[in-house]
């Protein structure tokens, strides 16, 4: 098991080089950098100073090496846009986009697999037939959408939840928590609704679909066969079964809630990585969106391999592939 | 106790309802079971073997349903007992075997931890018993160095181990009877011996009753005290095991024994039964195995033979049927092999 865990972490470290690789060729890519910090009537000398201070001067792979010893430090460099060094402004933005990120996830499966679960076992049922046709609005309806229509009737309409912003927040040990005061909390629902909705669908219907699987094969019947009781075949010996597709497809879609919530982000003014994202996007800040890809890519990879862990959890079959052979 | 039978299965029919009308699967099968008796139910895919084992213990894939007849478990009626209390009867009185042993115990869980649970469903015993009498059923049914292998999972067993660890499920609560579906079917030759002659020391050991559904011959020869001969959902013949495998009535269970590849023989090619088992929308209005029986005459296509007492054996056909004569002089105009689709589907 722990030599598993080297593997793959030796495997996410190739994989962090890669994706170092693609963020330094950014720079180089739109151009000469200092042509971004520097204005237009800046004299040759001045520049030349700039480009050696830069390190800018140095042979290519000289300067990969350097950029990724500092970002293995969180060193990012100075947001061409803002002035000020890129690690403070994600810091700033992360917690904001975690704390959605992690509440819809948690809304997404505790809505999600229940329901998945209900669709399976009473498939002929007039609310199973519900949830279908509910969970086909959810899955084919555009994100950016479904936030205007539920900032519409929440916010506009009822006025119940506010419809931009991120309400108050309480510093605790440097990470800005929405989660403890009133405004933080009711500013989060919609977004986080909104952000979940999706990826509840999606649960829902791959749990179905896995539970009617399972619920067909033979050591099911053998179960029903033996007189378990109804909750200990479906939760027990059924669901359990439908935990190794879930896990895969929770993980992948964790991954995609971080680094993709600039939809929802951006439709409700939540200040996260995504609209920081997309604020260097249309400003050309490269050290910012650098930064963000290869914060992206460690989230993946990071959850990748939690879910590989978790694999071998459930699933004692893959406890034995994961040993070395 | 009652001195009867374990199981009693009278007149059972059991039907399916499909868009294009209801297909009867079982007709009118009727069977007891003592104690410490194996009766072998034999016959072609799609005769209804499973099928009648699936009724029995009340595990009838929808829309199938039983319509008319009685299941007896000693004496007590249990063919349209609630779901709760049948649930309580599953396991505890009536065990069930499937063919796949591979297939048939959960990936997930212990072999130790299974058995626990069925134990702890049924019996009022603490967890720590229950893992001592699984560990015990686990060396009866030979299971070398049960206590270390009750905490392995079902894919660290070999084929026969797990059939032996589905037996010793199957056994954890004593039933009255167990239903094994094709227990060999799945596993090796010299595995397959193994198994039976298990199962047999079983039965014997406990006094249970086992239904034994299988298609091999050579299973049954070796295993079963009587055997039914089922074809297109009706028992055909029925008798001791030596005398229906020795002499056979029946054209059909006749074609069976034919059918059995044998060591000392000449190298000739295996008899074969002409033709497929009809499905069960187009069944003759006849005898149902009239089709593809090398003796077939008139009379067979218009009615069908009810089970009649030859000796030791009871047959439906009207070879061996009294008044033969008489009807086959009645229906020698009727008209020849006539195989209209609508009498399959009995009731509209």
């Given at each position: 098991m722990i030599a598993f865990v080297i593997r793959r972490l030796f495997q996410s470290v190739i994989v962090m080089i890669a994706v170092g690789l693609i963020a330094f060729t950014m720079f180089r890519f739109v151009g000469d950098p200092v042509n971004q910090i520097v204005s237009i009537d800046t004299p040759r000398e001045q520049r030349e100073r700039v480009r050696q201070d830069?390190?800018?001067?140095?042979?290519?792979?000289?300067?990969?090496?350097?950029?990724?010893?500092?970002?293995?430090?969180?060193?990012?460099?100075?947001?061409?846009?803002?002035?000020?060094?890129?690690?403070?402004?994600?810091?700033?933005?992360?917690?904001?986009?975690?704390?959605?990120?992690?509440?819809?996830?948690?809304?997404?499966?505790?809505?999600?697999?229940?329901?998945?679960?209900?669709?399976?076992?009473?498939?002929?049922?007039?609310?199973?037939?519900?949830?279908?046709a509910v969970s086909l609005v959810g899955i084919s309806l555009p994100t950016f959408l479904i936030a205007i229509l539920l900032r519409y009737l929440f916010s506009v309409q009822l006025g119940w939840l506010p419809s931009y912003g991120r309400g108050d927040v309480v510093m605790l040990a440097g990470w800005s928590t929405g989660l403890l005061t009133a405004s933080g909390l009711k500013a989060l629902i919609l977004p986080a609704v909104t952000l979940a909705l999706f990826q509840m669908?999606?649960?829902?219907?791959?749990?179905?679909?896995?539970?009617l699987e399972v619920l067909r094969t033979d050591y099911i019947r053998f179960a029903r066969?033996?007189?378990?009781?109804?909750?200990?075949?479906?939760?027990?010996?059924?669901?359990?079964?439908?935990?190794?597709?879930?896990?895969?497809?929770?993980?992948?879609?964790?991954?995609?809630?971080?680094?993709?919530?600039?939809?929802?982000?951006?439709?409700?003014?939540?200040?996260?990585?995504?609209?920081?994202?997309?604020?260097?996007?249309?400003?050309v800040d490269i050290p910012v969106m650098a930064a963000y890809l290869m914060l992206t890519a460690t989230i993946f990879v990071g959850i990748n391999l939690v879910v590989d862990l978790l694999y071998a959890a459930v699933d004692p079959r893959l406890r034995i592939a994961a040993r070395p052979a | 106790m009652t001195s009867g039978p374990v199981l009693s299965v009278r007149d059972l029919k059991v039907e399916f309802a499909s868009r294009r009308g209801v297909l009867r699967a079982l007709d009118g099968v009727s069977f007891d079971i003592g104690r410490g008796e194996v009766l072998g139910l034999v016959g072609e895919s799609g005769a209804g073997k499973?099928?009648?084992?699936?009724?029995?213990?009340?595990?009838?894939?929808?829309?199938?349903?039983?319509?008319?007849?009685?299941?007896?478990l000693l004496g007590e009626r249990i063919d349209a007992l609630p779901e709760r209390q049948m649930r309580a009867v599953r396991g505890r009185r009536i065990a069930m075997?499937?063919?796949?042993?591979?297939?048939?115990?959960?990936?997930?869980?212990?072999?130790?931890?299974q058995i626990e649970q069925t134990i702890l469903a049924h019996l009022p015993v603490?967890?720590?018993?229950?893992?001592?009498?699984?560990?015990?059923?686990?060396?009866?049914?030979?299971?070398?160095?049960?206590?270390?292998?009750?905490?392995?999972?079902?894919?660290?067993?070999?084929?026969?181990?797990?059939?032996?660890v589905v037996l010793a499920l199957a056994l954890c609560a004593e039933p009255d009877l167990v239903i094994a579906d094709e227990p060999t079917t799945a596993l090796d030759v010299s595995v397959q011996a193994q198994i039976i002659a298990l199962i047999r020391k079983l039965c014997?050991?406990?006094?249970?009753?086992?239904?034994?559904?299988?298609?091999?011959?050579?299973?049954?020869?070796?295993?079963?005290?009587?055997?039914?001969?089922?074809?297109?959902?009706?028992?055909?013949?029925t008798g001791p095991v030596a005398a229906l495998v020795g002499a056979p009535l029946h054209p059909y269970a006749r074609g069976l024994m034919a059918a059995i590849p044998r060591l000392d023989?000449?190298?000739?090619?295996?008899?074969?039964?002409?033709?497929?088992?009809?499905?069960?929308?187009?069944?003759?209005?006849?005898?149902?195995?009239?089709?593809?029986?090398?003796?077939?005459?008139?009379?067979?296509?218009?009615?069908?033979?009810?089970?009649?007492?030859?000796?030791?054996?009871?047959?439906?056909?009207?070879?061996?049927?009294?008044?033969?004569?008489?009807?086959?002089?009645?229906?020698?105009?009727?008209?020849?092999?006539?195989?209209?689709?609508?009498?399959?589907?009995?009731?509209?």
């Amino acid at each position: 098991m722990i030599a598993f865990v080297i593997r793959r972490l030796f495997q996410s470290v190739i994989v962090m080089i890669a994706v170092g690789l693609i963020a330094f060729t950014m720079f180089r890519f739109v151009g000469d950098p200092v042509n971004q910090i520097v204005s237009i009537d800046t004299p040759r000398e001045q520049r030349e100073r700039v480009r050696q201070d830069l390190g800018l001067d140095r042979p290519v792979p000289v300067q990969f090496a350097a950029y990724l010893v500092r970002a293995a430090q969180f060193d990012f460099g100075m947001s061409y846009q803002f002035r000020q060094p890129v690690r403070g402004l994600i810091g700033e933005r992360m917690p904001a986009t975690l704390e959605l990120a992690g509440v819809a996830a948690v809304l997404a499966l505790l809505v999600g697999i229940p329901m998945g679960v209900f669709t399976a076992l009473r498939r002929d049922s007039l609310l199973a037939s519900l949830f279908m046709a509910v969970s086909l609005v959810g899955i084919s309806l555009p994100t950016f959408l479904i936030a205007i229509l539920l900032r519409y009737l929440f916010s506009v309409q009822l006025g119940w939840l506010p419809s931009y912003g991120r309400g108050d927040v309480v510093m605790l040990a440097g990470w800005s928590t929405g989660l403890l005061t009133a405004s933080g909390l009711k500013a989060l629902i919609l977004p986080a609704v909104t952000l979940a909705l999706f990826q509840m669908t999606l649960i829902t219907r791959l749990v179905r679909a896995e539970m009617l699987e399972v619920l067909r094969t033979d050591y099911i019947r053998f179960a029903r066969a033996r007189g378990l009781r109804n909750r200990t075949i479906h939760f027990g010996h059924a669901l359990k079964n439908t935990l190794v597709p879930l896990i895969t497809v929770t993980g992948l879609q964790l991954g995609s809630l971080i680094a993709f919530a600039l939809i929802t982000e951006y439709v409700f003014q939540w200040p996260g990585m995504g609209l920081l994202f997309l604020g260097a996007v249309q400003n050309v800040d490269i050290p910012v969106m650098a930064a963000y890809l290869m914060l992206t890519a460690t989230i993946f990879v990071g959850i990748n391999l939690v879910v590989d862990l978790l694999y071998a959890a459930v699933d004692p079959r893959l406890r034995i592939a994961a040993r070395p052979a | 106790m009652t001195s009867g039978p374990v199981l009693s299965v009278r007149d059972l029919k059991v039907e399916f309802a499909s868009r294009r009308g209801v297909l009867r699967a079982l007709d009118g099968v009727s069977f007891d079971i003592g104690r410490g008796e194996v009766l072998g139910l034999v016959g072609e895919s799609g005769a209804g073997k499973s099928l009648t084992g699936a009724a029995v213990i009340g595990l009838l894939e929808p829309p199938g349903r039983i319509v008319s007849g009685e299941v007896r478990l000693l004496g007590e009626r249990i063919d349209a007992l609630p779901e709760r209390q049948m649930r309580a009867v599953r396991g505890r009185r009536i065990a069930m075997v499937f063919q796949d042993p591979l297939t048939s115990l959960n990936p997930l869980y212990t072999v130790g931890q299974q058995i626990e649970q069925t134990i702890l469903a049924h019996l009022p015993v603490s967890r720590r018993e229950a893992r001592r009498r699984a560990i015990d059923l686990l060396k009866e049914v030979g299971i070398q160095g049960a206590e270390r292998r009750a905490d392995a999972y079902p894919h660290e067993f070999s084929g026969g181990m797990r059939q032996r660890v589905v037996l010793a499920l199957a056994l954890c609560a004593e039933p009255d009877l167990v239903i094994a579906d094709e227990p060999t079917t799945a596993l090796d030759v010299s595995v397959q011996a193994q198994i039976i002659a298990l199962i047999r020391k079983l039965c014997l050991e406990r006094g249970m009753a086992v239904m034994l559904i299988t298609h091999d011959m050579g299973v049954i020869a070796e295993t079963a005290d009587r055997v039914a001969v089922m074809y297109a959902g009706r028992i055909v013949e029925t008798g001791p095991v030596a005398a229906l495998v020795g002499a056979p009535l029946h054209p059909y269970a006749r074609g069976l024994m034919a059918a059995i590849p044998r060591l000392d023989g000449d190298r000739e090619r295996l008899a074969q039964i002409p033709g497929a088992m009809p499905r069960l929308q187009d069944l003759p209005r006849g005898c149902a195995f009239c089709p593809r029986c090398p003796e077939n005459f008139a009379h067979c296509h218009v009615e069908r033979p009810e089970l009649v007492t030859r000796g030791e054996h009871r047959v439906a056909c009207f070879l061996y049927g009294d008044g033969l004569a008489d009807r086959a002089g009645d229906d020698g105009a009727a008209p020849a092999p006539e195989m209209d689709g609508a009498p399959g589907e009995a009731v509209p």
